[in-house]
């Protein structure tokens, strides 16, 4: 799921993402990729009544922005910290 959060750009196609991944096996990457990201809130259907549209797009939820700048910022145990 990291992976397509850092990945995904604005709104993007199922075909898009596949590409960006460098993912050639649509079940695969639905398996593997946008399905967990869905369920886990971290990205969200354009279409969300025509999930099969050939006009359905995919973006980043609230959750899934949060996740990807955690992804991006190193952790409190990494940052420097002068001595005393």
Known sequence: MQTLLLSLEG?????????????RDRKHFADAYLLP??????????????PNSRLQQYRRTAAGR???????????SQTH???R
Do not use: C, H, W, Y
């Open 11 to 23: 709104e993007q196609s199922r075909q898009e993402l596949l590409a960006a991944l460098q993912l």
């Open 81 to 83: 910290q002068p001595s």
């Open 66 to 76: 949060a996740r990807l700048k955690a992804l991006k910022s190193p952790p409190a």
């Open 37 to 50: 990201a869905l369920i886990n809130g971290l990205i969200k259907m354009t279409i969300p009544d025509k």
